[in-house]
């Protein structure tokens, strides 16, 4: 199984960015289908973008499409999320995902069809 790591987290301002990564280790990014989710206080987690098993494909969240990029760099073994023109309302802990799968292609977009978490980081954007 795989164990994920998450970091790059802190406080920006908005308008600004930042790159969250995601470090595996026990098996390689490139056996799961990858995800980001977010969770503000009192909300549920919120899918943010993956990345389809094998890397061939990336998809976000409608809301976000522009904004933020997934990536992912084999070498080590870590997937990212960059995040442009950062708003206030993207305030949340952010977390890694991975979904055991050898459907090439297949989105996963709820939390429910991943199986390993990340402990998460926390992203604050002040006004």
């Known amino acids: 199984q795989v164990q994920l790591l998450e970091s790059g987290g802190g406080l920006v301002q908005a308008g600004g960015s930042l790159r969250l990564s995601c470090a595996a280790s026990?098996?390689?990014?490139?056996?799961?289908?990858m995800g980001w989710f977010r969770q503000a206080p009192g909300k549920d987690r919120e899918f943010v973008g993956g990345l389809t098993w094998r890397g061939s494909r990336r998809y976000y969240a409608d809301s976000l499409k522009g904004r933020f990029t997934i990536s992912r760099d084999k070498a080590k073994n870590t997937v990212y999320l960059q995040m442009n023109s950062l708003k206030q309302e993207d305030t949340a802990v952010y977390y890694c995902?991975?979904?055991?799968?050898?459907?090439?292609?297949?989105?996963?977009?709820?939390?429910?069809?991943?199986?390993?978490w990340g402990q998460g980081t926390q992203v604050t954007v002040s006004s």
């Open positions: 026990g098996r390689t990014v490139n056996s799961y289908a």
């Open positions: 995902a991975a979904a055991s799968t050898f459907q090439q292609g297949r989105l996963y977009l709820t939390a429910a069809e991943y199986d390993y």
